[in-house]
């Protein structure tokens, strides 16, 4: 999976529930699992525990899609796959 194909996934959720229902989420494609992140407290950097969740979750080095918000109208999508990364910002429309 891609990085833009999980962020589309993520927009029909944010879709749903409006962008401050949104929680961190993580995808692990080859074991069809997702996984999602509550009660990050406000001072914690949102993305450096997600990323460090995502990875604490990862059974050694398989492929993962974690999306995480920024602010009201972005998120970003890192995929992490054969030890590199890409990753992505992306807007919520009429956030």
């Known amino acids: 999976m891609t990085d833009q194909e999980f962020a589309e996934i993520t927009l029909r959720v944010i879709a749903a529930g409006g962008p401050e229902t949104h929680i961190t989420t993580v995808l692990f494609p080859e074991r069809d699992h997702l996984a999602a992140l509550e009660g990050i407290p406000e001072n914690v950097d949102v993305e450096r525990a997600s990323r460090t969740w995502a990875h604490e979750k990862a059974q050694g080095a398989e492929e993962y899609l974690i999306a995480f918000t ?3 109208t972005h998120f970003k999508v890192v995929r992490h796959f054969g030890g ?4 992505g910002m992306f807007e919520v429309p009429d956030a």
């Open 70 to 72: 920024i602010d009201q």
């Open 84 to 87: 590199g990364f890409e990753e």
